[in-house]
């Protein structure tokens, strides 16, 4: 019979595989050629790998939460992670909102393209749902870090209400604009690859320098690359659309 932990090994492996296949595939359609064959080709392999990706950390997160332990023996003479209920908090509640946040982000900028000629079918009943687990899983996450004193877990939970904030601004908006479905689309699958890179400097590197995953300049290296990339992206999908308004007339 299996135990947790061979169960919780199992998972990280294909936690693993189609978490790199996402981390490499992300640059394709970021620096490349925008609407290109490539560009749709690895987008859509993007998207994919990242949902698989999302969807086992989830089951990380929760053999995590059962026996931490177990899942992470190699925690046990740490200082900072030698006690079960830090090691829930950290690689239990704060990845199960990580894996929430990239499935969320991943399926809604899915959506945001694909539903550009039909805008009320991006309020899915699933999407709508993901709003919602997006919300109390961030919630959870800084009620966890109140209570386990954790400033970091408290702080990353804030791009979950941001995130939810700003997809149902896009989902409830009225009449979007042709370049807001490419916008978010951006927002949507760069700040998932935010989410991917982040949990893989902080968790990854928990395997060498456990110390590592609570150190605020890990995680604001992927945030603030995003971030930029965000901001150049959008600005650029604007400009784009103007100079073709401005042709036009």
């Not at 987008?43 to 089951?59: C, H, K, M, P, S």
Request: net charge positive; charged share 10%.
């Amino acid at each position: 019979m299996l135990s947790t932990h061979d169960i919780f090994l199992g998972l990280v492996a294909v936690h693993i595989a189609t978490g790199s296949v996402g981390l490499l595939s992300f640059w394709v359609p970021v620096a490349g050629r925008k609407g290109g064959v490539n560009h749709r080709r690895y987008g859509r392999l993007f998207v994919n790998t990242l949902l698989v990706t999302g969807l086992t950390a989830i089951a990380i997160a929760s053999t995590t939460l059962i026996d931490p332990v177990a899942t992470h023996p190699h925690l046990s003479d740490h200082e900072t992670f030698s006690n079960a209920e830090m090691i829930r908090a950290i690689f239990g509640w704060m990845m199960l909102y990580l894996a929430t946040l990239t499935v969320n982000l991943a399926w809604h900028g899915r959506l945001a393209l694909i539903h550009r000629t039909n805008h009320a079918a991006t309020g899915t009943p699933l999407n709508l749902a993901l709003q919602a687990a997006l919300t109390i899983a961030a919630a959870n996450c800084f009620y966890h870090g109140y209570l386990s004193q954790q400033a970091m877990m408290m702080g990353i939970s804030m791009v979950g209400f941001a995130t939810v904030g700003t997809n149902l601004w896009f989902i409830y908006k009225p009449k979007p604009r042709n370049h807001d479905y490419i916008k978010e689309h951006i927002k949507s699958l760069v700040g998932a690859g935010i989410s991917v890179y982040t949990a893989f400097f902080a968790f990854g590197a928990v395997r060498l320098l456990p110390e590592l995953a609570l150190t605020p300049g890990l995680w604001a290296v992927p945030l603030i690359t995003g971030l930029v990339l965000i901001i150049y992206h959008q600005h650029a999908t604007t400009r784009r659309f103007q100079s073709r308004g401005a042709t036009a007339g």
